[in-house]
Every structure is written in C-alpha cells, then in structure tokens.
C-alpha cells in the first residue's frame, strides 16, 4: 500500500494516542471517584460502558490514515484486443482510379476506421512495399496511430507475404519467418509451432493486391491461420484498373480482389472494399478479446471513510441506546 500524503501519518498517530491515552486517564479517574464514594462495585461498567467509545476512538486512526491518500496495487480485469493495420505503400498505390489516390483512399477509410474502435483495442501501423516496417507499435493512444498513417508514402514493389510476417512478428513480440525462408536467420526466427495462439488480434491490409514478389503470401496466411490470427484484407482501386509513371515508364495496374480474398479466406478472415466504411468497421466485431489482468494503483480514500463512518455511527447509537447520549 502506498499514501499520497504519507506524512499525515505522523499526526494520524499522535492524534490517536493521545485520545486512547485521554480515555484511559478519564477512565481511571472515573474508577477512583466512584471507589472513593463506595461504589467500587459499579467502576467496571463492562461491556456497555467501553464498547461505543472502542468504536468510536477505532474510527479515528481510519479516518486520518483516509486523509493521507492511500492507495494499493490491485489487478484489474482487462479486456482488450490487437489490431495490426498494415498499408501497401507500393508504386501502384500511386494510381488515380480512386480519389484522391488508391493510398489517399486507403489512408481515410483507415482513420474512420481507427475512430470506431474501443479503447480496449490497441493499434499498430505497419508500411510494406518490397519490404515490411512497423512504423508504430500497437497502442491505444489513437493521436498517435493517426500520425503514423497520415506518414505512408507510396514506392517501390509488393509483398503481402512480407507484410503478414512482420505483422505477425508486431503481434507475438518475435520475428518471424517461413520455415523454408532461405534469408530466415534461425537464430533469432521463431519457427510456425512457437507462434502461440492469437485469437484476439488480426491483421488488416490495405492494398490493391498487386504481389510482385516476397515469401509466399499463402504460406504466410497459413501461418497466420495457424496462430489464430485473422487477416482481413481491404481492397483498394477498381478492376478497370489505372496507370501510374515509375521510373519514366507507364504501367498498367488493377485491383486484384481473388488474391485478397484468398489471402482473408484463409485466416478465416473477410475481404472488403474501401469505399464500405461501415463494413470495415465491422470486420473486427467477430474478434475474441482475451481477459487478462494488469496492475492499476486504486485509491482507498473513499473505503477508509466509509469505515470510519460507519464505526462512528454504531458506537454514537450504542452511546445513544444504553447511556442517553451520543458521547
């Protein structure tokens, strides 16, 4: 237990014992007046004589030790939840076929996607092109998580396969990579059966499902699946497609819904289109939020008080009951 004013304490103390020490003296003095009168016989008094003014002088030390603010270590039930919202920042998210951009359109419906969420789910942002980076860690300050979306740029190639890896990496706090991932450094790798189970995270990409390369984007979901982790996919751009200029070159790019379909099929996941907010949102409403427990100072100002009260009220009606008063 800890006290947010811990030298209340020391008054706390004196002030006590010097009304124990008062009642004492009172008492005795109260003993020999009645011997000295020869009623020695009636100086005990018992049980209705000291029992309301024991109430009473117990509730003053708990009254005093509530004004020093205490408060105790306690661990609270928690419900929360992990949401790993990855973006593809490739060159064909430069495309036009959706305002303002295919990542401009991807960016918005993320940030309303951010806002309909609990505060028991915490969010993490991830960026991959050829390659995948956790651009913020999974939290529950949603400012931040804003920020870190409103950064994305788009360039360079594709690797869904990347982005699930390190999204699985930012959920179960270790790298992770294919078993037959030849640049997989086994050291430092955790292996498909060392995953854990993940029931209330999932991952939630935003592309338009142009793979140009990575680990194997099945395998990835696979392993995925196998941690219980879902992946929903959000496409973004139209089937009619648009071009974009890389390098002084114009190519042709176009939303490939079947891959990002595949891709959330497999985890048990959705696909949805950009444009459908509301059903973004809901693709985490079938998430399972774990229960776990974390330590939270809780003060016990208000539980001291009551106890202090609640002993002075029945010594004062004890008083009242058998002496006619209530001190």
Avoid: C
Wanted: charged share 15%; net charge negative.
């Amino acid at each position: 237990m800890s006290f947010g004013h811990p030298l209340v304490l020391i008054p706390a103390v004196l002030v006590t014992a010097a009304a124990v020490a008062g009642y004492v003296v009172l008492q005795r003095r109260r003993t020999a007046a009645l011997a000295a009168a020869g009623f020695g016989r009636l100086a005990g008094g018992g049980t209705r004589r000291h029992l309301p003014y024991v109430l009473l002088l117990a509730a003053l030390p708990i009254l005093l030790t509530g004004l020093a603010r205490p408060a105790a270590e306690l661990s609270v039930p928690h419900v929360s939840g992990t949401v790993i919202l990855a973006f593809d920042v490739s060159n064909s998210m430069k495309a036009t076929d959706v305002t303002p951009s295919r990542l401009g359109a991807a960016q918005t419906a993320a940030k309303q996607f951010v806002d309909g969420q609990p505060e028991s789910v915490d969010i993490g942002v991830l960026l991959f092109g050829e390659q995948a980076l956790l651009t913020q860690a999974p939290t529950d300050d949603r400012l931040a998580t804003q920020a870190a979306i409103d950064r994305a740029t788009a360039s360079g190639g594709t690797s869904l396969g990347q982005a699930i890896l390190v999204g699985l990496g930012a959920i179960t706090g270790k790298p992770v990579s294919l078993p037959a991932d030849a640049d997989a450094d086994p050291d430092t790798a955790a292996p498909a059966n060392e995953l854990g189970y993940w029931p209330s995270a999932t991952i939630v990409i935003f592309s338009d499902g142009q793979e140009t390369g990575g680990p194997d984007v099945t395998q990835a979901a696979e392993l995925a699946a196998g941690a219980g982790v879902r992946v929903q996919t959000v496409g973004v751009g139209t089937a009619e497609g648009a071009t974009v200029e890389v390098d002084g070159y114009q190519l042709g790019t176009a939303l490939d819904e079947s891959l990002l379909t595949a891709v959330a099929q497999t985890t048990g996941g959705a696909y949805q289109q950009a444009g459908n907010t509301e059903a973004l949102i809901d693709t985490t409403r079938s998430i399972d939020l774990r229960l776990t427990t974390r330590t939270e100072p809780i003060e016990l100002t208000a539980p001291f008080a009551a106890a202090a009260l609640l002993l002075l009220v029945i010594g004062s009606l004890l008083n009242t009951r058998w002496h006619g008063r209530i001190v």
